[in-house]
């Protein structure tokens, strides 16, 4: 009998020990992995950020999101980190100081006129514009299924800068040659869950399009160092740049003004264009993601017009919010294989610093 009461105090002993390594476990998980099927959108965050007068920039509860889980938004934030190994082997330019900058600027105006594919894609065409007076559209489906895994996991993620090099290694065909594919647009749906990565099929859609003959090419591939200085001076003479930053809870919740992180868990990276910065009329700095129009808004999102400030938002400048200031790449654009294409267009030499 003694025995028998001795196993039953043992295993309860085991039972309790095996509940309280299980609590462990679970409060070792991080929050958002604990809530992947929770709504994003959360009345409380709109009401928080809201109610703040210091916060600077107002929430809503956006459409874009409305049946969106915690787990399906941090599918969208696609940018992997770089590798340590990489960064070693990446150009960082730094401008010199002595350029007198303006207040306000948004390379949209007299120019032309994103997972990290959109973003990157987006940025090479403005600087075709900027350099070459060419007023283009490249593929973002050529990078995203063509890259490989040198560029990471296409839908499922990616490295901003191996966009880059891959302009550099084999060039970007345009839109008109291999369009994106999915015919709704700006929402982007091939980077939301249930769509996956499309295959390189290397053959323009339209079959009087050669595909290496819609090639465009970059010159470098590099980045810029972390002073909000030298980013403004690249964006002046060179065009947009494409910037990854930390995307937290609140920030599925920006209606408009300058964002700065208030509340929320971690939930992952996202890659955007970024095109000019401005003064906000409280005396707040921000850079600025690009909008449909040609209104001060000026940091692009692909999360469609339904999200933020019409589809784009303005972001705290000088503090590294987010780590927006930290990882800045882009390139330059290349005149190779412009020559028998763009007879009009004055591609005798590529562009330089």
């Given at each position: 009998?003694?025995?028998i009461y001795r196993g039953r105090i043992w295993l309860l002993i085991l039972v309790g020990a095996l509940f309280t390594i299980q609590l462990q476990v679970s409060a070792a998980k991080p929050n958002h992995q604990l809530k992947l099927n929770s709504k994003i959108l959360q009345e ?258 692909q999360w469609n017009r339904s999200w933020g400030d019409d589809g784009y938002f303005k972001i705290r400048r000088g503090t590294n919010e987010c780590g927006i200031e930290e990882d800045v790449v882009t390139g330059l654009p290349s005149s190779k294989n412009l020559i028998h294409k ?12």
């Open positions: 009998m003694a025995s409380p965050i709109v009401k928080l950020i809201n109610d703040n007068v210091q916060a600077g920039w107002k929430a809503s509860m956006s459409p874009r999101f409305a049946n969106y889980t915690v787990g399906q938004f941090v599918h969208l934030l696609g940018v992997k980190p770089t590798p340590e190994g990489d960064l070693k082997s990446i150009p960082v330019i730094t401008h010199k100081e002595g350029m007198e900058l303006p207040k306000k600027f948004d390379s949209r105006l007299g120019h032309c006129g994103s997972c990290w594919a959109f973003a990157a894609v987006e940025a090479l065409s403005d600087r075709f514009c900027t350099h070459f007076g060419m007023n283009i559209s490249l593929s973002v489906n050529d990078l995203l299924a063509c890259c490989g895994f040198m560029c990471g996991d296409g839908c499922d993620g990616g490295y901003p800068i191996s966009a880059w090099r891959y302009f550099v290694r084999t060039g970007v065909v345009t839109e008109e040659c291999d369009p994106y594919f999915d015919d709704i647009g700006c929402s982007h749906p091939g980077c939301e869950p249930a769509f996956p990565t499309p295959q390189c099929e290397k053959s323009c859609k339209k079959k009087n399009l050669l595909w290496t003959e819609s090639k465009h090419f970059g010159v470098n591939a590099y980045r810029i160092s972390s002073d909000p200085y030298s980013i403004m001076v690249e964006i002046l003479l060179n065009g947009p740049v494409e910037v990854s930053f930390t995307v937290y809870e609140d920030f599925a919740h920006y209606k408009s003004g300058v964002y700065k992180h208030i509340t929320g868990d971690e939930m992952g990276g996202h890659a955007v264009k970024l095109i000019g910065w401005g003064t906000s009329d409280d005396g707040e700095d921000y850079w600025s993601h690009l909008t449909f129009d040609s209104s001060v808004q000026l940091l692009a999102n763009y007879g009009s267009v004055d591609v005798s030499r590529d562009a330089s610093f």
